[in-house]
């Protein structure tokens, strides 16, 4: 744990009002005794924190009567941890490319401004909100731009239980189909809005995978939507891989290159995957899933340094799209 964030455990710890004894706090910080020691002093000389030794409960907390001298007792900069940090840009990230005007239109400026507050805290030396947004930057790779209109109508319905009266467009037939859906949860995945809906024609729930901009025109009807349990949404559409869902799990075995090992094993591709190494050093990758047009495309991005154990059927859908590819790339380079 770095000293900034040994610092900003401390500080959540005594703001809770506790009185905090040597031996947790050594094994909250996960420090010696000795850094200890310089981390509380810092807090008190350098942070100007009111802490006191309370010898009759026998630890360290805050003198809440102590008149604090200068602006205010707060860590400079940026005292956030590293995965808070990531999710308050992310959020502020998300926030600032919904399009004013919107279903949460109201709400988002004085959410933008509280992200802004929190990730810049006073003190001297801290960076201004320019400087930090011009510092970190949060990339976005294939993330589609919202037909505003649509999504603010089917927030607006999914808030409210009313079904949705929906055309939408399925890229991958390339037609357009009429539906009456019942909308359960919007998800948002690697910089795209998707609907879980309660589908009324098929009688069944489906997963409008093509994202929320491929719906072209949505009409919110007087209806009251009919609500799916949490547990069967998830069973039904969260069992699978990635935003392709389903009942008919199989399980994907993937093997990794010593030399890829090296970053796919801190990776995370399925929250239910297995991994070890092997003898050799290579990384033994296992998940599940229902439909494998994501999971082929995400191997792809591997080859030649991963293979594909089983199952038959995932190891020949990588071999087409392979043999399609070389055809494809040959035959645009020959004369």
Same mark, same amino acid.
């Given at each position: 744990?770095?000293?900034?964030?040994?610092?900003?455990?401390?500080?959540?710890?005594l703001d809770a009002g506790?009185?905090?004894?040597?031996?947790?706090?050594?094994?909250?910080?996960?420090?010696?005794?000795?850094?200890?020691?310089?981390?509380?002093?810092?807090?008190?000389?350098?942070?100007?924190?009111?802490?006191?030794?309370?010898?009759?409960?026998g630890g360290w907390r805050?003198?809440?009567?102590?008149?604090?001298?200068?602006?205010?007792?707060?860590?400079?900069?940026?005292?956030?941890?590293?995965?808070?940090?990531?999710?308050?840009?992310?959020?502020?990230?998300?926030?600032?490319?919904?399009?004013?005007?919107?279903?949460?239109?109201?709400?988002?400026?004085?959410?933008?401004?509280?992200?802004?507050?929190?990730?810049?805290?006073?003190?001297?030396?801290?960076?201004?909100?320019?400087?930090?947004?011009?510092?970190?930057?949060?990339?976005?790779?294939?993330?589609?731009?919202?037909?505003?209109?649509?999504?603010?109508?089917?927030?607006?319905?999914?808030?409210?239980?009313?079904?949705?009266?929906?055309?939408?467009?399925?890229?991958?037939?390339?037609?357009?189909?009429?539906?009456?859906?019942?909308?359960?949860?919007?998800?948002?995945?690697?910089?795209?809005?998707?609907?879980?809906?309660?589908?009324?024609?098929?009688?069944?729930?489906?997963?409008?995978?093509?994202?929320?901009?491929?719906?072209?025109?949505?009409?919110?009807?007087?209806?009251?939507?009919?609500?799916?349990?949490?547990?069967?949404?998830?069973?039904?559409?969260?069992?699978?891989?990635?935003?392709?869902?389903?009942?008919?799990?199989?399980?994907?075995?993937?093997?990794?290159?010593?030399?890829?090992?090296?970053?796919?094993?801190?990776?995370?591709?399925?929250?239910?995957?297995?991994?070890?190494?092997?003898?050799?050093?290579?990384?033994?990758?296992? $998940?599940?899933? &229902?439909?494998? %047009? #994501?999971? =082929?495309?995400?191997? /792809? !991005?591997?080859?030649? @340094?991963?293979? +594909? $154990?089983?199952? &038959?059927?995932? %190891? #020949?859908? =990588?071999?087409?799209? /392979? !043999?399609?590819?070389? @055809?494809?790339? +040959?035959?645009?380079?020959?004369?």
């Amino acid at each position: 744990m770095s000293q900034t964030e040994r610092l900003y455990k401390l500080k959540s710890l005594l703001d809770a009002g506790q009185c905090l004894g040597k031996a947790r706090l050594l094994e909250e910080l996960e420090a010696s005794p000795a850094t200890l020691k310089r981390d509380l002093a810092h807090l008190r000389d350098s942070m100007n924190a009111p802490i006191v030794f309370d010898r009759d409960r026998g630890g360290w907390r805050l003198d809440r009567g102590a008149t604090v001298v200068g602006t205010q007792y707060e860590l400079p900069g940026l005292w956030l941890s590293a995965e808070k940090i990531h999710a308050l840009l992310n959020m502020q990230h998300l926030l600032a490319h919904l399009d004013a005007g919107g279903l949460l239109a109201p709400h988002i400026e004085p959410m933008m401004k509280r992200l802004r507050q929190m990730l810049v805290a006073p003190g001297k030396g801290a960076p201004t909100h320019q400087e930090l947004t011009r510092r970190i930057h949060v990339q976005t790779v294939g993330a589609r731009k919202l037909h505003l209109p649509h999504f603010q109508s089917v927030g607006t319905a999914l808030l409210r239980r009313q079904r949705l009266q929906i055309e939408y467009h399925g890229r991958g037939r390339n037609q357009a189909q009429q539906r009456e859906v019942s909308p359960q949860r919007l998800i948002h995945y690697r910089d795209n809005w998707y609907l879980d809906a309660w589908c009324h024609l098929r009688q069944a729930l489906r997963s409008f995978s093509g994202s929320v901009d491929a719906i072209r025109s949505v009409q919110v009807l007087d209806q009251k939507a009919i609500d799916v349990p949490e547990t069967e949404l998830d069973t039904e559409l969260g069992t699978g891989y990635g935003i392709f869902a389903g009942r008919e799990v199989q399980w994907a075995h993937l093997r990794f290159s010593p030399e890829r090992a090296r970053w796919v094993a801190a990776e995370t591709w399925q929250p239910n995957q297995k991994g070890r190494f092997d003898g050799d050093g290579c990384w033994l990758l296992e $998940l599940p899933y &229902a439909d494998p %047009r #994501e999971l =082929v495309m995400d191997i /792809l !991005r591997h080859v030649p @340094e991963v293979g +594909v $154990l089983g199952p &038959a059927g995932l %190891r #020949e859908a =990588v071999g087409e799209k /392979l !043999r399609v590819g070389i @055809e494809m790339t +040959v035959g645009r380079l020959t004369p």
